[in-house]
């Protein structure tokens, strides 16, 4: 993994000293830009620290001035009578504001009357960027010592030139003071090119915004980064569809413990460009699992993963059990928790009368019946009463509908809550509607990532800016992504060429290889109606036999009702194909 090549200067962003700030005051009849208006505008432009321009005029408000803002700025009826109205003004402050960056003390006050009223006299809102010298001053003076961020104490504070006194220019001139000071404390912190600036107030107080720079090698691009201590460990890694920003955002905005831990470990950010967001996504999982850094939870460990197993006995059961052997056993998973697991058990142990004890039952063992004997919920094999042969009857209905149509497996939860609905025993229907859905989900699973795993090579095109975007999947897994030109016929053979060999598995997903597996379906589905099937290499299908139920998702949160998966009130919509207008080879 190496660390991006540096195309420009300007990647580094726009250095302080060439930026353009415009230091605007207003005085207003009142704080509310709604009902309130201007009485005077003051405004400095400023560049490299040199004042090169002013603006101040008074405004003739159209309503009468308060008598406690006239004693405040000084500013009465009989001062503005003949001034021009804001409309007239207007033009010649946009364009004096032009493209700078604009700065306020309080900022948002004087940003939110200059925005009402370019609405109210048909301008469109101004977009420039904003910097608040209140705002840095709160993160860069010691509050010992600066009880408040008022004009006025900051202005004596940092021994200003020019005392403010409510009045807009004079008081636009001290914010111009307070605002050198204060950008020469910020580059203390690193701060030194504009966007360090905007970012600088929501950042974090301690020095590692020091760090920041640590982004500026970073591409505007998709990609993988990795965040590196002293010695070279992998600390952290994330993807993203804009590296730099992304990598920039630690910096600001987050105060989580975790975080301020990282960003003091931190000493260098590597990364891996990328040609999409997808390729970013299964990178990332991938790097998680090799590094298995300490600041990432998910995906670190694919040892949580967990299966069921249908066990290979006389009377056979279902298991949870960490990892698949080959002797023979079905295997269903694997599963994010043993809690979803054991949802998924359940489910299939209330449709069917599997036993649910652990002893092994040999051909003279007899054991004490249980409960659910009693409740006719499970054929009690234990007590010898039942042949092997009719016990393997219901086995055999598990397998055909894990292979093949699940309608006997969903069938008697969807009657079980519909009971329990009509009882008004709504916990028990919550309680089966929950196991429902993790059985639905985990059968559709089954034979997403199956279908995935039974082709060799798929190879798909979609519109790109640059031309069209190939991604090669191979066993469900990404070989190879490329953004290829429109006009280049041997691109396709070249990716191929540089694609890697897919890991061939039989039964269900190894657990180092279903997340990445998620994210290949996740991505099929999104771009499904979209993609142009270039070649297909093997057999991609799917069931259609008790697809529509498997294809309806229940969400907890959409919904409090406990309607079951698969019970929509109107016709399952069908999955869309890869392609518009082409069969695929083996889809039915």
């Known amino acids: ?16 000293i060439e930026v353009e700030f415009v230091v605007l005051d207003f005085e207003t009849t009142g704080g509310s830009p709604g009902d309130d208006r201007i009485t ?14 002013t603006f101040q005029t008074l405004i003739r408000p159209g309503i009468p001035i308060p008598p406690l803002i006239t004693a405040l700025t000084g500013i009465s009826d009989g001062m503005v009578a003949g001034a021009e109205p804001i409309e007239t003004v207007l033009p010649c402050l946009l364009e004096f504001l032009g493209d700078a960056v604009f700065v306020g003390h309080n900022a948002s006050f004087d940003w939110r009357f200059l925005q009402a009223n370019l609405e109210r006299h048909g301008y469109q809102r101004a977009t420039n960027r904003v910097v608040c010298t209140a705002r840095l001053a709160r993160k860069l003076l010691p509050r010992d010592e600066v009880p408040n961020v008022r004009l006025a104490t900051l202005a004596a504070y940092l021994g ?43 950042a974090r107080a301690d020095a590692s915004f020091k760090k920041v720079h640590l982004a500026d090698r970073l591409p505007h691009a998709p990609g993988v980064y990795l ?76 040892e949580r993963y967990c299966y069921l197993k249908v066990t290979k006995e006389r009377f056979p059961r279902l298991s949870l059990v960490r990892r698949v052997l080959d002797d023979g056993a079905r295997y269903l998973g694997p599963f994010v928790s043993t809690g979803q697991a054991e949802l998924v058990k359940t489910a299939i142990e209330d449709a069917l009368p599997l036993r649910r004890c652990t002893p092994r039952i040999g051909p003279r063992k007899r054991l004490s019946p249980c ?17 092997p042969e009719v016990y393997g009857l219901v086995v055999g209905r598990l397998e055909v509908a894990l292979d093949g149509d699940p309608e006997a497996l969903l069938a008697p939860l969807r009657r079980r809550m519909s009971a ?24 559709a699973d089954l034979r997403r990532f199956g279908a995935l795993a039974a082709v060799d090579e798929v190879v798909l095109a979609r519109r790109h800016a640059r031309g069209r975007e190939v991604t090669i999947l191979r066993c469900g897994q990404l070989a190879a992504v490329g953004v290829l030109a429109a006009d280049d016929p041997g691109g396709v053979d070249a ?94």
């Open 420 to 443: 329990y609905a009509a009882e008004q025993r709504y916990e028990q229907a919550a309680a089966t509607r929950d196991r429902l859905d993790a059985l639905t989900r985990a059968v």
């Open 160 to 202: 200003a030139s020019v005392t403010p006194c409510h009045r807009a220019l004079t008081d636009a001139r001290a914010t111009v003071d307070v605002l050198h000071s204060l950008l020469e404390r910020a580059g203390t912190f690193g701060v030194l090119a504009l966007e360090d600036l905007i970012e600088f107030p929501s």
């Open 1 to 16: 993994m190496v660390s991006g090549i540096q195309q420009s200067f300007d990647d580094l962003g726009t250095p302080l």
């Open 495 to 588: 990716l191929r060429a540089s694609a890697i060999p897919a890991e061939r598995f039989d039964g269900p997903p190894p657990r180092h290889l279903i997340d990445e597996l998620r994210l290949v379906a996740h991505w099929l589905d999104g771009v499904a109606g979209e993609a142009e099937l270039l070649d297909v290499r093997g057999c991609l299908a799917s069931q259609s036999v008790g697809g529509a139920a498997l294809q309806v998702r229940y969400t907890r949160r959409r919904s409090s009702t406990p309607d079951a998966p698969g019970e929509a009130r109107g016709r399952p919509e069908p999955r869309p194909s890869l392609r518009r207008g082409r069969r695929v080879p083996g889809r039915r």
């Open 371 to 387: 409960a659910l004997l009693d409740l006719g919920r499970c054929m009690g094999p234990c007590t010898q009463e039942v042949a």
């Open 40 to 53: 005077e505008v003051g405004a400095v432009k400023v560049r490299g620290g040199e004042v090169v321009g």
């Open 227 to 302: 965040f590196r201590d002293a010695a070279g460990r992998v600390l952290y890694v994330g993807k993203a569809k804009d590296l730099r920003t992304r990598v920039r955002s630690y910096f600001s905005g987050d105060s989580r413990a975790k975080i301020a831990d990282l960003l003091r470990e931190l000493a260098t950010v590597d990364h891996l460009r990328c040609a999409t967001e997808f390729e970013a996504s299964v990178r990332e999982v991938r790097l998680i699992q090799r590094h298995r850094p300490r600041y990432n939870r998910r995906g670190r460990d694919p």
